[in-house]
């Protein structure tokens, strides 16, 4: 069926460390890709975005990356801080006319001090 | 501007009672998705709405349902509640709802749980 998995559910880094999150999506048809953040009681945050015209794309500490060969969608986070520690869920597009994204399951991510 | 806004923030009901759940959009969003997340699993899509009219809906039975009024806000309703319905319900907007372009903004969530 229909799904954007996630590699590791859960990821415990060591404070100022680097964080890659990975997620794999299945519709090679899907051309717009996103990054949430969810801390414990709060909504899903916006990240950062990519579209499939895209293979990078930085924004403050944090990068994407695109690999569509492979439908491999990466979000790494530079020098990791406390704050840092969330879930984080990749979001999948769905193809035109269906008006809704395919969420993961999520990525518990630790920041150790 | 002010986020996406839920009502109420937590419920809790008992077997085969009905809620009603409340969604304001940010000013100027006309779409309005629902997402139910559980713990465990991914956020699994409800509906969209935009323009009064639902223009999706996800794999849930029919006890399920929304709704969206003309300045854009929405309800969803579960009847006959069940334990599996207990869960995190999440709204989101957006300005159009093109999934190719635009990124979902959402609200903290309404928290329901069922006993």
């Known amino acids: 069926g229909e799904s954007v998995g996630l590699h590791l559910p859960t990821l415990s880094v060591q404070e100022g460390d680097n964080s890659i999150i990975n997620c794999a999506y299945s519709n090679s048809a899907s051309d717009y890709f996103i990054w949430y953040k969810q801390e414990s009681g709060k909504g899903p945050q916006f990240i950062i975005d990519i579209r499939s015209n895209m293979d990078k794309r930085q924004g403050q500490r944090v990068t994407v990356l695109l690999n569509k060969t492979v439908k491999h969608l990466s979000l790494q986070i530079a020098a990791t801080q406390p704050g840092d520690s969330a879930v984080y869920f990749c979001a999948e597009g769905a193809p035109s006319g269906t008006y809704k994204y395919i969420f993961g399951t999520g990525t518990r991510l630790k920041v150790l001090a | 501007k002010a986020g996406v806004t839920q009502t109420p923030r937590y419920l809790i009901k008992t077997r085969g009672q009905q809620v009603t759940l409340s969604c304001s959009p940010i000013?100027?969003?006309?779409?309005v998705s629902w997402y139910q997340q559980t713990p465990g699993q991914g956020l699994q899509f409800l509906f969209e709405y935009f323009s009064e009219t639902q223009r999706n809906k996800g794999n849930f039975p029919g006890r399920f349902s929304g709704r969206q009024f003309s300045n854009s806000r929405s309800e969803m309703n579960v009847s006959t509640l069940e334990l599996g319905d207990s869960a995190l319900y999440l709204c989101a907007s957006s300005p159009t709802g093109r999934t190719g372009s635009e990124k979902l903004f959402f609200g903290s969530g309404t928290q329901l749980s069922v006993l």
């Open positions: 000013s100027g969003h006309r779409s």
